[in-house]
T-cell receptor
Framework: LAKTTQPISMDSYEGQEVNITCSHN???????ITWYQQFPSQGPRFIIQ???TKVTNEVASLFIPADRKSSTLSLPRVSLSDTAVYYC????????????FGTGTQLKVEL | NAGVMQNPRHLVRRRGQEARLRCSPM?????VYWYRQLPEEGLKFMVY????????ESGMPKERFSAEFPKEGPSILRIQQVVRGDSAAYFC??????????????FGPGTRLTVL
């Protein structure tokens, strides 16, 4: 599975846009990029998933350049409740997708 | 549509006892994954099961740990003769595994095991 690298922590203020970039230089042709959010004492929550270009849902946007060696999770107008750990993962869609979680990015949102 | 359910949410055991963790996947999902998370760390894959089959148990310790996903009922992760080092949060995820699509895994709330 492709190894990912993302910042250990980020700080922001309410109402700002937050962009978290993840590097995955060894991403394979069949790999999808998936982001999860985890609050303390809870299970990871699926945020968004994409293969290339841009994906947007009601929660976030995911930007993936043409070479797919990185991706950026964009959270518009964050609030205090967005304080959490965000994980970037890449994996093959078939054949038993063992997710490999790194330490993620701890996002702290303040007033 | 109920999400992935796990019980119990908290489990306390003394050293040497057995721990049984249960996971009911989302409706329609037949693929179950178990992960373990130690404090301040990311989740670590343990085992991947389909109904009545263990597909990949490469992340599971060879001794004391076992998992099953019977035809009827929840998936069970069993830890025999627990030790203090087994204290962790155990998460279950399920997926649909539709052909040609991404295998998105959805996680349960976890079971927090404390070994005294």
């Amino acid at each position: 599975l492709a190894k990912t690298t993302q910042p250990i922590s980020m700080d922001s203020y309410e109402g700002q846009e937050v962009n978290i970039t993840c590097s995955h230089n060894n991403i394979a042709t069949n790999d999808y990029i998936t982001w999860y959010q985890q609050f303390p004492s809870q299970g990871p929550r699926f945020i968004i998933q994409g293969y290339k270009t841009k994906v947007t849902n009601e929660v976030a946007s995911l930007f993936i350049p043409a070479d797919r060696k990185s991706s950026t999770l964009s959270l518009p107008r964050v609030s205090l409740s967005d304080t959490a750990v965000y994980y970037c993962l890449v994996g093959f869609t078939g054949g038993g997708n063992k997710l490999t979680f790194g330490t993620g990015t701890q996002l702290k949102v303040e007033l | 549509n109920a999400g992935v359910m796990q019980n119990p949410r908290h489990l306390v055991r003394r050293r040497g006892q057995e721990a049984r963790l249960r996971c009911s996947p989302m409706k329609g999902h037949s693929h179950v994954y178990w992960y373990r998370q130690l404090p301040e760390e990311g989740l670590k894959f343990m085992v991947y099961l389909q109904k009545e089959n263990i597909i990949d148990e490469s992340g599971m310790p060879k001794e004391r740990f076992s998992a099953e996903f019977p035809k009827e009922g929840p998936s069970i992760l069993r830890i025999q003769q627990v030790v203090r080092g087994d204290s962790a949060a155990y998460f279950c995820a399920s997926s649909l595994r539709e052909a040609g699509g991404p295998d998105t895994q959805y996680f349960g709330p976890g079971t927090r095991l404390t070994v005294l």
